[in-house]
């Protein structure tokens, strides 16, 4: 069964305090693995897609790391803007109808 | 370009009543999504569809029904409203162009007394 466990399950940093959130997962074959950003009250916004093993992609103080069991999504030197839920989720190849299976999100609070 | 846009943006519902959700996506995109988010739970997939005219089940579809008349257009039905369908309700979008990312509207948060 394809699953994605996300931990911490809450994070508080103070501003500058550099950390890492991981998603672990499972899944037959993957096809992508995607993070989002999720404000309260809002719609998940993209952020990054990963696609094989050894892949990094960055954004501002964001990069993303992925190996064949887990992504880690690295936070350097946050601000108190980039509080908000971190979603992750992994598609399958198999799958043709892009489905994503989501874990729980890490809450992630930065404070000045 | 709006992206995904979704109504209403709240709504209380008594037990029974049913109601649409609408989602609209001013894209081109091929697929869409419905999701329900409820805390501890993550997003769950409803209803899907591939193209104008089809849909199809997803993770949680009982209690749901869908319509896809339009490509824009996605609807989401409860014919008969319970208080287990409180939750927030997402609509996404994606394209095979677009390397498959879905894309999220805003929301509906939907509450059933």
């Known amino acids: 069964e394809d699953q994605v466990t996300q931990s911490p399950e809450a994070l508080r940093l103070q501003e500058g305090e550099s950390s890492s959130l991981n998603c672990s997962y499972t899944?037959?074959?993957?096809?992508?693995l995607f993070w989002y950003r999720q404000d309260p009250g809002k719609g998940p916004e993209f952020l990054f897609t990963?696609?094989?093993a050894g892949e990094e992609k960055e954004k501002e103080r964001l990069k993303a790391t992925l190996t064949k069991k887990e992504s880690f999504l690295h936070i350097t030197a946050p601000k108190p803007e980039d509080s908000a839920t971190y979603l992750c989720a992994v598609q399958a190849k198999r799958s043709d109808t892009d489905k994503l299976i989501f874990g729980t999100g890490t809450r992630l609070q930065v404070f000045p | 370009n709006a992206g995904v846009t979704q109504t209403p943006k709240f709504r209380v519902l008594k037990t029974g009543q049913s109601m649409t959700l609408l989602c609209a996506q001013d894209m081109n995109h091929e697929y869409m999504y419905w999701y329900r988010q409820d805390p501890g739970m993550g997003l769950r997939l409803i209803h899907y569809s591939v193209g104008e005219g089809t849909t199809a089940k997803g993770e949680v579809p009982d209690g749901y029904n869908v319509s896809r008349l339009k490509k824009q257009n996605f609807l989401l039905g409860l014919e008969s409203a319970a208080p287990s369908q409180t939750s927030v309700y997402f609509c996404a979008s994606s394209s095979r162009a677009l390397k498959r990312t879905q894309y999220f509207g805003p929301g509906t948060r939907l509450t059933v007394l």
């Open positions: 990963l696609y094989s």
């Open positions: 899944v037959s074959g993957l096809r992508g």
